[in-house]
């Protein structure tokens, strides 16, 4: 194993949380294949510097927080990056649920606000609704929401 290419990836994820199938892919760019690219992925999960489940608390935590993203559009994403499903799971868990519809409440407030000159008071909802279920909020929350406002 190439001390070097080592070195290398310890500081790609020291920088910033990965997958797996990111250090294999960057690995690849440095032309590290194979079995050498496996025993890189494993030394760097033995010394904690990769850690899917630690990635995906920090992701979804954060898309969550900082993009108000929904539990719909993190999975999705999640799964796009080819996490185990105990992974997921955990990472969604890091959304307090109180937080989450407080979130989606102020999120479609605000949304039908912007709304405001819209006439038709079913569209106006409509459009509201179709925005917060795009940002991966789940469709009956969303309409129980709208509901009660």
């Not at 199938?21 to 079995?35: A, T």
């Not at 990635?55 to 994403?77: C, D, H, M, P, T």
Request: glycine fraction near 4%.
């Amino acid at each position: 194993m190439d001390k070097n290419i080592l070195l290398k990836a310890c500081n790609y994820c020291a920088y910033q949380e990965r997958t797996h199938d990111e250090v294999r892919q960057r690995l690849k760019d440095w032309n590290v294949y194979g079995d050498e690219a496996e025993e890189i992925i494993s030394e760097l999960i033995t010394e904690n510097f990769l850690n899917e489940e630690r990635f995906a608390k920090i992701y979804a935590g954060s898309k969550f927080r900082v993009k108000k993203w929904g539990r719909n559009k993190i999975l999705q994403e999640l799964k796009r990056r080819k996490l185990s499903d105990y992974c997921i799971k955990k990472g969604l868990e890091e959304i307090d649920e109180e937080e989450y519809f407080l979130v989606l409440q102020a999120l479609l407030h605000k949304k039908l606000h912007s709304l405001r000159l819209e006439p038709n008071e079913f569209i106006r909802n409509k459009k509201a609704a179709d925005y917060a279920m795009r940002k991966g909020f789940e469709g009956d929350l969303v309409w129980e929401i709208l509901k009660g406002i």
